[in-house]
């Protein structure tokens, strides 16, 4: 994506203002609560994990030595503030499970002098 597609892809929204950014399919984003899951250590060890691959919950908490309960609060408040998406998967033994992955390329947060903003691109 060359430098002018990639503006084009971003929406943006003050911090201390509005709270939602949209990303480019329209869906929002939720910025105070993103930057509140940025400053906790579980999720964004959780986001690193989902980047590289989609995962299940329990994977997860397997793949980073976290409780059931630690992934799921964080993969609600992901998915809650639009930075993660989950679909069903059926696994080989016939088991329905909930696979977690990220579903936004770029998160960049601005100070300008018109207030604090964050672009988010997907």
């Known amino acids: 994506m060359s430098q002018s597609d990639s503006a084009h892809a971003f929406q943006r929204t003050n911090v201390g203002g509005a709270s939602e950014a949209r990303k480019s399919d ?10 509140s ?3 906790d250590e579980y999720a964004r060890e959780m986001l690193n994990a989902l980047v590289e691959d989609p995962l299940s919950a329990r994977a997860l908490s397997e793949r980073l030595d976290m409780s059931r309960a630690t992934v799921y609060r964080r993969l609600n408040r992901l998915e809650s503030a639009g930075v993660i998406d ?13 696979q977690f992955s990220v579903v936004v390329d770029r998160m960049q947060l601005m ?4 207030g604090v903003s964050l672009e988010v691109g997907r």
């Open 111 to 114: 100070f300008r002098s018109d």
């Open 86 to 98: 989950s679909s069903m998967t059926v696994d080989p033994e016939g088991h329905h499970r909930k």
């Open 26 to 35: 329209g869906q929002t984003v939720d910025a105070a609560e993103v930057l």
């Open 37 to 39: 899951l940025l400053s």
